[in-house]
């Protein structure tokens, strides 16, 4: 009766060893798996700063070599935006260098398209002036200013030095390219400009394309722009009729002022001074 109770001691005994071996093992593998898992992490981890690092690089090289690339360009397109410059009203204007550029101011002449301002020494072209869908029908030097007159009836007037810039633009109403208009100067000192067409004689003051006056022609009648005759203080202008009339009747004289007739009072053509 004594031994049985010895032998549930031993079991008893057996079964709690068993127990506190399979609950170490169990701890010794949950701390390797941990440890496993810390480190797969941990390189996984790595792995991905490594890649996101490596994007971020190739990121900014890109962005360094875009940034280059501007800047490099930039003079490019400075230099042409300075040689070829286009405004408003559909201009273009172009500098032409040269080695042998005179002091003159350039003779002006109409080239296909374009007036071209060149050397009068050299021939060497120094500047053109273009207008998109446009062409020129005339032009007139004038001491510091290249006027022309286009085909929409547009007048122009334009640094001639170098035509860096143009001045001021004037539309002619219902103007005709086929008409034959012409551009003369009314007085001896050029201050005064007539454009001529058969419906009518419109002066502007060259210095600032302030539009004078207007002469229609006489009833009946039409300019002829073409036929004119210019004196040391005059412009004369054909202007024939459809009824019979004496020849003074077909011709009309004008100066800086108008119709050249007896009695007249015009008004003067001087910029207004600022008052103080």
């Known amino acids: 009766m004594t031994a049985q109770p010895h032998r549930s001691a031993d079991h008893a005994a057996e079964s709690s060893a068993d127990r506190s ?27 991905s700063v490594n890649r996101t690092g490596v994007r971020t690089v190739r990121r900014g090289v890109r ?8 800047a490099l360009a930039l003079p490019l397109v400075t230099a042409a935006a300075t040689h070829s410059r286009a405004v408003p009203y559909g201009d273009r204007l172009t500098a032409h260098t040269s080695a042998a550029v005179t002091a003159m101011e ?8 374009a007036v071209e301002a060149y050397d009068p020494a050299t021939g060497h072209r120094r500047w053109t002036y273009t207008r998109e869908g446009r062409h020129p029908l005339a032009v007139l030097p004038l001491p ?10 547009m ?8 035509g860096s810039a143009v001045r001021w633009h004037r539309v002619i109403p219902a ?3 086929r008409s034959g208009s012409v551009l003369q100067p009314l007085d001896p000192q050029a201050k005064m400009l007539a454009v001529v067409t058969p419906e009518r004689i419109a002066a502007y003051r060259v210095a600032d394309g302030d ?11 039409t300019y002829v722009p073409q036929r004119h005759l210019r004196t040391s203080d005059a412009l004369l202008i054909a202007q024939p009729c459809t009824e019979p009339a004496a020849w003074t009747a077909e011709l009309v004289a004008v100066d800086e002022f108008g119709r050249i007739e007896p ?14």
Do not use: M, Q, Y
């Not at 962005?63 to 501007?70: P, R």
């Not at 510091?144 to 007159?149: D, K, Q, R, S």
């Not at 009695?263 to 103080?276: A, Q, V, W, Y």
């Open 63 to 70: 962005l360094a070599l875009a940034v280059v690339t501007a």
């Open 21 to 47: 071996a399979e609950s170490s093992a169990d701890r010794t593998a949950e701390r390797d798996t941990d440890r496993s898992t810390g480190g797969n992490a941990g390189r996984s981890a790595d792995r």
């Open 263 to 276: 009695d007249r009072e015009p008004l003067g053509n001087e910029i207004p001074t600022p008052k103080p």
């Open 144 to 153: 510091g200013h290249a006027l022309a007159l286009w085909s929409d009836g």
């Open 175 to 177: 103007f005709d390219a």
């Open 211 to 221: 539009l004078r006056w207007i002469l229609p022609p006489r009833r009946g009648c």
């Open 106 to 113: 350039p003779a002006l002449r109409v080239r296909g398209h």
């Open 155 to 162: 007048v122009t007037d334009t640094v001639r030095e170098d």
